[in-house]
């Protein structure tokens, strides 16, 4: 029996329990075994992969709900770093909730950080090497870049929040970071005490969980911004660390849009370049690949599939959904197609101070036509649909 999918332009074979089996016209068998049923259900182009997918091919895939979960009073974090998807040693992610009033403790790290905020609003600050700090308030769609080394914090307002950070190295961790507790932990009273000018009994009240496990606890829900900063303007930052993405006018596109995001408009984010992509039901993110770095993906929402060519003979499918990682090395050809109901929108990031890709469409269209012909066998007609200004989205 053959029924139809949520991928309206895919069959998928079911047995009498309504389980997806393997299944493709002559090909395949039902599964006799064990199977955990909801993790192929998502997966069906890993249970049964369209013909073109060839060869062993890298898994490009991590869905955080796999992640170990880091819940504290604060709040929770998981990450995503090469110990969980290997093939992402350009860019890390951390996936992070903080509930009202919560803190994310007082850090820095050699990782720059690119944090967006996926619900609620935050108080974020960063204080530069001239000794001046910056403070603002974010909410959703909102983004923040702080450079490596530079110390920072966060805290939930009223309404908590959650947000997703990205660092630009795959072997970061959020448990490894420079934490102001742990450091105080682990240096003698009596240094604490030289170094602040003070009696060391002004450390007897010190918390009793201070040490490395602080890293995110409850707190009171701060006053208001103006209240709340030092009085500008002497110590205050002249640059923004923060950028209001989601209020860029998109570049639109039949199919969907985008906002792209690099140092070319927010020109603190030196190493991080993102894209933001909403492409509707049934209409695909064309094929391309990126010439200057990998590409971390984030699902926001909706449900899609994306083929990488790697080369070689080589091709995988995979299937992604809101809150899973996405991976594609540089150079790696791949198209992002809609298999839902709804927008499919994620988050492309790269390591990179811009955004940069290469349109096949595009190519082929300004390439002498003859020259595609003789590869490809296609007619004038084809020739002449092709692009020549690159749509983002079609
Ligand atoms: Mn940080
Ligand atoms: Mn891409």
Redesign the pocket.
């Known amino acids: 029996m053959k029924i139809q999918t949520n991928n309206k332009k895919r069959q998928i074979t079911k047995n009498g329990n309504g389980n997806p089996e393997p299944i493709a016209g002559n090909r395949g068998a039902s599964i006799l075994g064990p199977r955990n049923v909801p993790i192929e259900r998502q997966n069906p182009d890993s249970l049964i992969a369209p013909t073109t997918d060839a060869g062993t091919v890298p898994n490009f895939k991590w869905p955080f709900a796999l992640s170990h979960n880091r819940v504290l009073s604060g709040g929770w974090a998981r990450e995503t770093t090469t110990r969980e998807l290997p093939i992402s040693t350009e860019i890390a992610g951390v996936n992070m909730r903080l509930k009202p009033g919560g803190i994310r403790e007082l ?3 050699k990782e720059s ?1 690119w944090g967006y905020v996926i619900k609620g609003s935050c108080r974020v600050s960063l204080f530069d090497e001239e000794g001046r700090l910056f403070i603002d308030d974010v909410s959703a769609g909102d983004l923040w870049y ?1 450079p490596s080394g530079l110390p ?1 914090s966060i805290q939930a307002l009223e309404d908590g929040v959650e947000f997703l ?1 990205v660092f630009d190295s795959g072997d970061f961790s959020e448990n490894e ?1 420079f934490l102001i507790c742990d450091w105080f932990a682990h240096t003698p009273r009596e240094v604490l005490a030289k170094n602040f000018g003070v009696d060391k009994s002004a450390f007897d009240a010190l918390p009793t969980d201070i040490g490395h496990s602080r890293y995110m606890f409850a707190g009171k829900v701060p006053p208001s911004l103006s209240e709340d900063a030092p009085p500008p303007p002497a110590k205050q930052s002249r640059q923004s660390y923060t950028w209001h993405m989601l209020a860029q006018e998109p570049t639109k596109a039949p199919g969907g849009s985008v906002r792209i995001t690099d140092s070319r408009n927010f020109s603190v984010s030196k190493t991080i370049a993102a894209a933001r992509i909403e492409v509707e039901p049934g209409a695909i993110r064309e094929l391309h690949w990126h010439p200057n770095a990998d590409e971390w993906q984030y699902y926001l929402s909706g449900q899609g599939r994306m083929s990488v060519f790697a080369s070689g003979g080589k091709s995988r499918t995979f299937d992604y959904q809101a809150g899973d990682v996405g991976y594609v090395p540089r150079d790696m050809g791949h198209y992002v197609e809609n298999t839902g109901d709804e927008p499919l929108i994620f988050l492309a990031l790269f390591r990179s101070d811009h955004y940069a890709d290469v349109s096949l469409a595009q190519w082929m269209g300004v390439l002498p036509p003859e020259l595609v012909k003789a590869h490809l066998n296609v007619d004038d007609k084809f020739i002449a649909r092709l692009p020549k200004n690159e749509p983002l989205v079609r």
């Open positions: 850090h820095w790290h950080e702080f920072h950070l970071t």
